[in-house]
């Protein structure tokens, strides 16, 4: 083994990562999880304010 064939299965290893990452971000599964977080932003930004007094 010299050190190409490492890389190679590096390189394949991050691929595949990475692939596993996309597929579970864009899963129809997790968008009711992902739309709580994104709505939860606005929530926690009003509640903010009202405690500061704006």
């Known amino acids: 083994m010299d050190i190409n064939w490492i890389r190679s299965l590096f390189t394949l290893l991050i691929f ?3 692939m596993l990452v996309i597929y579970i971000v864009f899963s129809r599964r997790n968008k009711q999880n992902y739309d709580e ?3 939860s932003i606005f929530d926690n930004n009003e509640d903010a304010s009202d405690k ?3």
């Open 16 to 18: 595949v990562s990475f």
């Open 37 to 39: 977080a994104a709505r």
């Open 52 to 54: 500061n007094g704006r």
